[in-house]
Nanobody, 126 residues
Framework: EVQLQASGGGSVQAGRSLQLSCAISGGTFDELAIAWFRQAPGKEREGVSCFSGKESSILYADSVKGRFTVARDRAKNTAYLQMDRLLPEDTAVYYC???????????????????WGKGTQVTVSS
């Protein structure tokens, strides 16, 4: 069974950067689609990024394009979300998710992911 452990959240001022990590066990990047979601207080969960070992492209939400970048370390089986030029509206609990049958280009963020990690809080102050 795939297990995910997200970490790296914290409190920063607007304009600064944070890097989130998602340690993956029970699956590899070649087998899985990996996504980052976030949920702010009182708001619905929204997709942030999605990439799959079966696809070459990476999907980003419009709200984070040009500021957030995903990366993967195959040796550590860990995915990263580099968040630059953070805004107060980026404040949320961030989750990583994985699914062996997901296609980011086709499904966008609209389908359910099978595996979820516990969230990590990101707070951006103005």
């Amino acid at each position: 069974e795939v297990q995910l452990q997200a970490s790296g959240g914290g409190s920063v001022q607007a304009g600064r950067s944070l890097q989130l990590s998602c340690a993956i066990s029970g699956g590899t990047f070649d087998e899985l689609a990996i996504a980052w979601f976030r949920q702010a207080p009182g708001k619905e969960r929204e997709g942030v990024s999605c990439f799959s070992g079966k696809e070459s492209s990476i999907l980003y939400a419009d709200s984070v394009k040009g500021r957030f970048t995903v990366a993967r370390d195959r040796a550590k089986n860990t995915a990263y979300l580099q968040m630059d030029r953070l805004l107060p509206e980026d404040t949320a609990v961030y989750y990583c998710a994985a699914d062996p049958h997901y296609y980011c280009s086709a499904y966008k963020f609209n389908m359910r992911f099978d595996y979820w990690g516990k969230g990590t809080q990101v707070t951006v102050s103005s």
